[in-house]
């Protein structure tokens, strides 16, 4: 189950850089798409992500200014790929993969439940050369349900890399550079 969390650390689903699903609502449909290309620029959180006009996603986002970035775990890979290998211009991805979607707080692209975390962003900047969106995230969701926790790391050629060993040893030596609340693990 989706339960609203702490925004200040929705940073940290996304610094390992883990393969995410974007979700969108055009206003008739949600839609949902891959994405492998986004970086955190800071702890409030603002998250850009890098895409383009080939996907029916990012004509959405420049058109209603908001998305769900939602961090799937490695037991989505199968609709990961689907839904990065699909154009949801002529098929429902919600319906062919079996995804339930929530409402969220914020925005109208809905919550994937069956996701580790989604955070509901809103559109605050797109730099048309590079095709970046930045957004601003707004409401961390967590399901802390799921029993796989591992996420999926795309290495860009087709091949995947899991999470592997966690390493919270050295917390405390970071402890003055990150904001409090923050902890993941
Ligand atoms: C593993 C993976 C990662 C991807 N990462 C990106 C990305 O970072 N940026 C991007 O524009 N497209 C990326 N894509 C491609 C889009 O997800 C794809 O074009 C998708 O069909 C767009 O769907 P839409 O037209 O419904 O928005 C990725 C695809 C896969 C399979």
Redesign the pocket.
């Known amino acids: 189950m989706q339960k609203e969390s702490n925004i200040s650390r929705a940073f940290t689903w996304l610094e390992p850089g883990p ?1 995410i699903l ?1 979700t ?1 609502n055009n206003g008739k449909r949600n ?8 970086m955190v620029m800071d702890f409030s959180p603002h998250i850009a ?4 006009n ?5 004509d ?1 986002i420049l058109h209603t200014r908001e998305c769900v970035l939602c961090i799937p775990g490695l037991d989505l890979l199968d609709d ?2 689907y ?7 002529k ?1 429902d ?1 919600f319906a062919r993969l079996h995804l339930t979607a929530l409402q969220g707080n914020f925005v109208k692209a809905p919550l994937i439940e069956e996701c580790l975390a989604c955070i509901e962003c809103k559109l605050e900047s797109h730099i048309e050369t590079y ?1 970046i969106l930045i957004f601003k995230g707004l409401q961390l969701w967590e399901n802390k349900s799921r029993k796989e926790n591992r996420t999926a790391h ?1 290495v ?1 050629d087709g091949s ?1 890399i899991s999470d592997g060993h966690i390493i919270t040893k050295y917390r405390k030596n970071m402890r003055t550079k990150i904001p409090d609340g923050c902890t993941r693990f």
Do not use: D, R
């Open positions: 393969v974007v969108t839609n949902v798409c891959t994405i492998s290309w986004h992500i890098t895409t383009g080939w996907n029916q996603s990012f959405t990961v790929l839904a990065g290998m699909h154009s949801g211009t098929i991805k095709g795309a860009g995947f």
